[in-house]
Nanobody, 125 residues
Framework: QVQLRESGGGLVQAGGSLRLSCVQERSGRIYSSSGMGWFRQAPGKEREFVASIRWGAGTKLYADSVKGRFTISRVSSENTVYLEMNNLKPEDTAVYYC????????????????WGQGTQVTVSS
């Protein structure tokens, strides 16, 4: 059983930065082909992919809307993934969800096995 524990959301002005973190709590190791990532859901909109990272190789994928502004990273020894968000815009306002999937390559298409509870990110103009 996998549990994802998120932290780091909050309120920030446009142009500011926030860092989200997510710890994966589980029995056993995380397989190298699996992935962790972040999705977000704004009010009235569908949940969308933000970024993912392949646990073993560290291969990263980003949504076009966040490329160049957001950075995903992981600390393997701590089973933790981070999302560094810079130059935040009001349109980044959403609930951000940590996700884990057995195949990093398919997470982008919402192939997710476990979700975190979500953390609110609000960007004021």
């Amino acid at each position: 059983q996998v549990q994802l524990r998120e932290s780091g959301g909050g309120l920030v002005q446009a142009g500011g930065s926030l860092r989200l973190s997510c710890v994966q709590e589980r029995s056993g190791r995380i397989y190298s082909s699996s992935g962790m990532g972040w999705f977000r859901q704004a009010p009235g909109k569908e949940r969308e992919f933000v970024a993912s990272i392949r646990w073993g190789a560290g291969t990263k994928l980003y949504a076009d809307s966040v490329k160049g502004r957001f950075t995903i990273s992981r600390v393997s020894s701590e089973n933790t993934v981070y999302l560094e968000m810079n130059n935040l815009k009001p349109e980044d306002t959403a609930v951000y969800y940590c996700a884990a999937g057995r195949d990093a390559a398919t997470m982008r298409s919402m192939s997710v096995d476990s979700w975190g509870q979500g953390t609110q990110v609000t960007v004021s103009s």
